[in-house]
């Protein structure tokens, strides 16, 4: 576990909590997951880092977790408030009746086809695929939809291969040791691959924008029991991301830190990859991501439990709402405003 950082905004600093404020009469303590420095969820770490989540009355800690069946079975058991993670787990145990709820975003897209530089132009279409071995990760939401983009295309699945691997780094390996005709990764790995000499034919959200990777997770009940922690939690990682547009060096510098990794890895990473931050639970893709691991024999097609009682909508709304009440004149606020669709 790790504990809360110091934050580094004064008492007087815009857009945190004043005295007399709500926020400072009580304080919540939520659990929230992080594998290793991954920086994936970089909005939860970089309002943890700077300390929005204690303006917000919260008391944050990171709770360490290295496989997603131990972070679902942890979530079922209190012993985690939040996943910011995969939507594949959640969805996986939602059909087999877990009683869990997707409230937030993370990340959206984020997945590419890589290749050998000379067989760029070849992977252009989907026709390619056609008799073609591919290399995947599982947990991974890209090729799952590229699955559906086939059938869509006419190309049965029994006509291509996929090859699960465990690592984005080993789809990388195979394309290049000509053990897989092309690869699907995600995380930033595009970049990856071009350091490595592979190309990138495509990104997945060239046939399907905004589909869903990361999403936030947490028990049904708990949120039935107290919904204020989490919509606090969604404000302060609002006010993050209101961060990352206006002042990209701190951001950078904050997760750098974090991390571990390279300033300009991180920028690329945060403003530059195929991945799209975003705290948008997008119900519609979700519910049409679980019909998709359906279709694809990824979870039972006759499970009686379906994803539409599993999404909240509401906590980001009224997040998206209180940041709009701090910060009116605020465009990004105000797109994702008009972006959000109930």
């Known amino acids: ?45 970089l309002a943890w880092k700077l300390g929005y989540y204690r303006d917000e009355g919260l008391n944050v800690t990171l709770a360490q977790f290295s496989g997603f069946n ?8 209190g012993k985690m408030d939040i996943l910011p993670y995969g939507v594949i ?39 390619a695929f056609r008799g073609k071995t591919i290399a995947v990760v599982r947990a991974e939401t890209g090729h799952m939809f590229l699955k559906r983009e086939l059938r869509k295309a006419g190309i049965p699945l029994s006509e291509v291969r996929f090859v699960e691997l465990p690592y984005f780094q080993s789809v990388l390996e195979a394309v290049h040791k000509k053990q897989a005709d092309a690869g699907i990764t995600n995380t930033g790995f595009e970049l990856n691959a071009k350091i490595q000499g592979l190309a990138v034919p495509f990104a997945i959200a060239q046939y399907v924008p905004n589909f869903p990777c990361c999403r936030q997770t947490c028990a049904t009940e708990a949120l039935e029991r ?14 993050a991301m209101k961060t990352m547009y206006d002042n990209p060096e701190l951001t950078v510098k904050t997760l750098a830190e974090f991390s571990g990794q390279s300033e300009e890895y991180v920028r690329y990473f945060v403003y530059d990859s195929l991945m799209r931050i975003t705290m948008d639970p ?23 439990f379906g994803m539409e009682e599993a999404i909240d909508t509401s906590v980001y709304r009224d997040a998206l709402d209180r940041a709009l009440e701090r910060w009116p004149n605020d465009r990004n606020l105000q797109r994702m405003k008009a972006e959000f669709g109930e």
């Open 226 to 239: 107290d919904r204020e922690p989490y919509v606090r939690f969604q404000l302060a990682n609002l006010r």
């Open 282 to 304: 997008g119900r519609e893709k979700v519910l049409e991501f679980y019909q998709v691991m359906k279709d694809n024999g990824d979870i039972d097609a006759n499970t009686p």
């Open 1 to 45: 576990m790790l504990v809360a950082g110091l934050s580094c905004l004064a008492p007087g600093t815009p857009g945190a909590a004043s005295a007399g404020d709500p926020a400072q009469e009580k304080t919540w303590n939520l659990r929230v997951g992080q594998m290793g420095t991954n920086l994936k969820p970089s909005m939860v770490l």
């Open 89 to 127: 787990p959640t969805c996986s145990f939602v059909a087999q009746g877990a009683k869990l709820t997707i409230f937030g975003g993370t990340i959206s897209e984020g997945s590419a086809c890589v290749t050998l530089p000379q067989r760029a132009r070849e992977f252009s279409t989907l026709e």
């Open 70 to 77: 131990d972070a679902m079975v942890a979530l079922t058991l």
